[in-house]
């Protein structure tokens, strides 16, 4: 009885590694209104007045006098430096 050679096994390809992508550079036109009074225009209407704190990639942080708003940026209309 005649076997058949085995097919010899193939070392597996390591899959190439993705390079990194480049970071996008950060917009600075919210950051510079850090610290300035604004007023922020909502989506649904509503507007909120106060001192823009931070800035962050989905949040923006309002301080109102003794209060401290944070607002989604999907929810913002447009914001309006005072």
Known sequence: MVSKPKPEAKPEAKPE???KPEK???P???DDLKGKRVV???RNGYSIEGVMEEV???EVLI???DKKYVIL???VDYI???
């Open 40 to 42: 922020v225009f909502m």
């Open 28 to 30: 600075k036109l919210l």
């Open 80 to 82: 309006v430096p005072v």
């Open 56 to 58: 962050s990639r989905f």
């Open 17 to 19: 590694a993705k390079p």
């Open 24 to 26: 996008k550079p950060k």
């Open 73 to 75: 940026k999907h929810a």
């Open 63 to 65: 301080n109102d006098n």
